[in-house]
T-cell receptor, first 114, second 116 residues
Framework: DQQVKQNSPSLSVQEGRISILNCDYT??????FLWYKKYPAEGPTFLIS?????DKNEDGRFTVFLNKSAKHLSLHIVPSQPGDSAVYFC?????????????FGPGTSLSVIP | GAVVSQHPSRVICKSGTSVKIECRSL??????MFWYRQFPKQSLMLMAT?????????EQGVEKDKFLINHASLTLSTLTVTSAHPEDSSFYIC????????????FGPGTRLLVL
């Protein structure tokens, strides 16, 4: 059973507009959440993270929102740029189980149209 | 950022043969490396945690005799798929930890394995 879900396999957004990527999780013990970005033929790279004690974390054009009661998080990219076109993975960690292991969602492929 | 390489990037083999995939941390030492497997349109599934100088820790459902992991040095971990079968065809990706925080996990580019 998938503990981290990304129900939209793909998303297309116009350049300059906001991209919103969604992620849902089932394990209430998750205490840390991460977003990774992956270009073709490359490994995922860390983008932004958020602790379960926060509801928002911002880094430049990227903001992650966490709604613990809904077990939902989202990544906002604004303004979106063509270089943001990639696969975005949501990931989560349960610190009580393991400090350094994360569980990944299936990814959402974002296309930013110039 | 830190660089992790994988070799080969792509391999095609016959059923029954063994395939070795190397994962190297190029500019840092990694006491811990991870091996993942990804099926099309699915998550990266953790297969095992590889610690330098000790036996790998396998996730539930992963056959340790089929997927041999060796972490002989602080910069190299290898995954050997023994007696490969078509169902082992997948994308295998490794990562290495540079520090204590989970964000310091750097991924290799992955290896595409096709077993005929």
């Amino acid at each position: 059973d998938q503990q981290v879900k990304q129900n939209s396999p793909s998303l297309s957004v116009q350049e300059g507009r906001i991209s919103i990527l969604n992620c849902d999780y089932t394990n209430s013990m998750f205490d840390y959440f991460l977003w990774y970005k992956k270009y073709p033929a490359e490994g995922p790279t860390f983008l932004i993270s958020i602790s379960s004690i926060k509801d928002k974390n911002e880094d430049g054009r990227f903001t992650v929102f966490l709604n613990k009661s809904a077990k939902h998080l989202s990544l906002h990219i604004v303004p979106s740029q063509p270089g943001d076109s990639a696969v975005y993975f949501c990931a989560a960690r349960d610190m009580k189980t393991s400090y350094d292991k994360v569980i990944f969602g299936p990814g959402t492929s974002l296309s930013v149209i110039p | 950022g830190a660089v992790v390489s994988q070799h080969p990037s792509r391999v095609i083999c016959k059923s029954g043969t063994s395939v070795k995939i190397e994962c190297r941390s190029l500019d840092f030492q990694a006491t811990t490396m991870f091996w993942y497997r990804q099926f099309p349109k699915q998550s990266l599934m953790l297969m095992a945690t590889s610690n330098e100088g000790s036996k790998a820790t396998y996730e539930q459902g992963v056959e340790k005799d089929k997927f041999l992991i060796n972490h002989a040095s602080l910069t190299l971990s290898t995954l050997t798929v023994t007696s490969a079968h078509p169902e082992d065809s997948s994308f295998y990706i490794c990562s290495a930890l540079t520090g204590a925080r989970v964000e310091t996990q750097y991924f290799g580019p992955g290896t595409r394995l096709l077993v005929l």
